[in-house]
């Protein structure tokens, strides 16, 4: 067995742990899986409730518009150096992927107060512009963007080129970034 395998707890543990989930549909987990003569039972009642999601009458190009909108507001207050303003277009725990490195914040107010400053030092860096917005993946209250942007000095010449896949969810009666991916 791989190291880190040895400390997980059984599987049926796990299953009992879902029993009391609810498919997309609003019915017990278990019931859904009989209900299709899945042989594996309770087992996959898990994938129902995580993996597939409900069916709806959502406009993608609604959603997309909405998380489009979002990215752009979190840039605003990005380019106007306002960390509180940048937390408020996100959701938490938000989660960043740098490289291979994974970074979860659990609340606002993890960027320190000298971040843009640092960053005008370290770089040159005056705004943020974006080149590339493109929706990659729609579903039910989720798009993910490809999102391509430059850091520019305050000269307008280009300091970075960055491709990211951001994850922009709609949670809590709002569209808000869950995830960044560098």
């Known amino acids: 067995m ?3 395998r040895d400390n997980l707890p059984p599987l049926s543990s796990m299953i009992r742990q879902f029993s009391s989930f609810r498919n997309p549909h609003g019915r ?4 859904s899986c009989r209900n299709r003569g899945n042989r594996y039972g309770s ?3 898990v994938a129902d409730a995580l993996f597939q999601p409900s069916p709806n009458n959502d406009d993608d190009a609604a959603m997309i518009a909405e998380a489009v909108r979002c990215v752009e507001a979190f840039t605003d207050r990005f380019n106007a150096r306002d960390l509180a303003g940048m937390d408020a277009h996100l959701h938490f725990p938000h989660i960043i992927l740098s490289g291979e490195q994974l970074v979860i914040w659990t609340e606002p107010g993890n960027l320190p107060a000298s971040f843009f400053e640092d960053l005008e030092r370290d770089t040159g860096w005056a705004e943020t512009r974006y080149q590339r917005k493109d929706a990659v993946l729609v579903s039910p209250r ?4 490809v999102v391509e942007y430059t850091r520019n000095r305050a000269d307008g010449s280009v300091a970075s080129n960055h491709s990211n896949l951001w994850v922009v969810t709609f949670d809590g009666g709002r569209w808000g970034i869950k995830q960044r991916s560098y």
């Open 43 to 45: 087992m996959m009642t």
């Open 142 to 145: 989720k798009v993910h963007l």
């Open 28 to 31: 017990p987990m278990g019931d």
């Open 2 to 4: 791989t190291a880190g």
